[in-house]
């Protein structure tokens, strides 16, 4: 079981609402063989359903997968729902907003994922992703080295290609994403808490990778807690560690019945 700073246990203990912020992947529920995969895992939906009944909970799930995914993954009505890192966004009402013009994005994506499917024809263990406003080269299951050359020159051709005035180059072990530089969940998060305002809340942020870790910046500049989720060891601005989604899960249903 996940022990908790004393010191967060007294924040949530004094808070008279709490606003959560949750990552999906990783962070709910385990990754899916690729992320086009959707598996419903039915212990989260539950749990959602659990804490948006709660009188003095909000839930925003904040993710890299598309609107679509999360909506089909999170089946719950009157959770805000921020796809591609918040691009796209479902609101407590129902209401869709996209904070870019497509038409204005996809040109220099469409372009660049011609050039990406070159480089990956006939090398095995990567998966392509097209999130419409994003596109990412997964290479979990390639071999290391082909996997860190593979991505080397994916990255030179996204250099080359893409007008970095208008996106972003995001590269970690295994991965490599091109979104627009409004991808951002820090920046999504500023946008939420400036839109929807809930007064007084308590803001607490779980997430598993770096792309959390922009969120992790913002969340404590307004006196919030923040939640890494991974077993590995590594560096990061988080509060504290859950070790596993499972574990997550648990943490998140004992959070109930403190409030």
């Known amino acids: 079981m996940t022990q908790t700073p004393q010191w967060i246990r007294q924040h949530i203990s004094a808070a008279s609402n709490v606003w959560l912020f949750l990552d999906y992947d990783g962070t709910l529920d385990n990754f899916a063989p690729t992320p086009d995969d959707i598996l419903i895992n039915n212990k989260v939906v539950e749990l959602i359903k659990q804490l948006h009944a709660h009188a003095n909970i909000r839930?925003?799930?904040?993710?890299?997968?598309?609107?679509?995914?999360?909506?089909?993954?999170?089946?719950?009505?009157?959770?805000?729902?921020a796809g591609t890192y918040g691009i796209e966004l479902k609101t407590a009402k129902g209401d869709k907003i996209e904070r870019l013009q497509y038409e204005k994005i996809r040109p220099a994506l469409e372009e660049l994922k011609l050039q990406?499917?070159?480089?990956?024809?006939?090398?095995?263990?990567?998966?392509?992703?097209?999130?419409?406003?994003?596109?990412?080269?997964?290479?979990?299951?390639?071999?290391?080295?082909?996997?860190?050359?593979?991505?080397?020159?994916?990255?030179a051709i996204a250099e080359k290609m893409i007008p970095l005035g208008s996106?972003?180059?995001?590269?970690?072990?295994?991965?490599?994403?091109?979104?627009?530089?409004?991808?951002?969940?820090?920046?999504?998060?500023?946008?939420?808490?400036?839109?929807?305002?809930?007064?007084?809340?308590?803001?607490?942020?779980?997430?598993?990778?770096?792309?959390?870790?922009?969120?992790?910046?913002?969340?404590?500049?307004?006196q919030g807690i923040t939640i890494l989720v991974s077993g590995k060891k590594r560096k990061t601005k988080a509060d504290f560690?859950?070790?596993?989604?499972?574990?997550?899960?648990?943490?998140?249903?004992?959070?109930?019945?403190?409030?």
């Open 59 to 81: 839930v925003t799930i904040i993710s890299g997968r598309r609107l679509s995914q999360i909506e089909s993954l999170i089946p719950v009505e009157g959770v805000l729902l």
């Open 116 to 155: 990406w499917r070159k480089l990956l024809k006939g090398h095995e263990g990567f998966f392509l992703e097209d999130k419409r406003w994003a596109l990412a080269i997964h290479a979990r299951f390639a071999e290391e080295k082909e996997a860190e050359n593979i991505l080397l020159n994916a990255n």
């Open 167 to 222: 996106f972003r180059l995001m590269r970690s072990q295994r991965f490599l994403e091109v979104s627009p530089i409004l991808a951002n969940k820090g920046k999504t998060v500023k946008y939420l808490l400036d839109s929807y305002p809930y007064p007084e809340a308590l803001l607490i942020y779980l997430g598993d990778d770096d792309k959390d870790e922009e969120a992790f910046e913002v969340i404590q500049d307004q």
């Open 241 to 259: 560690r859950i070790k596993s989604p499972h574990a997550a899960r648990e943490w998140l249903t004992k959070l109930t019945n403190q409030l």
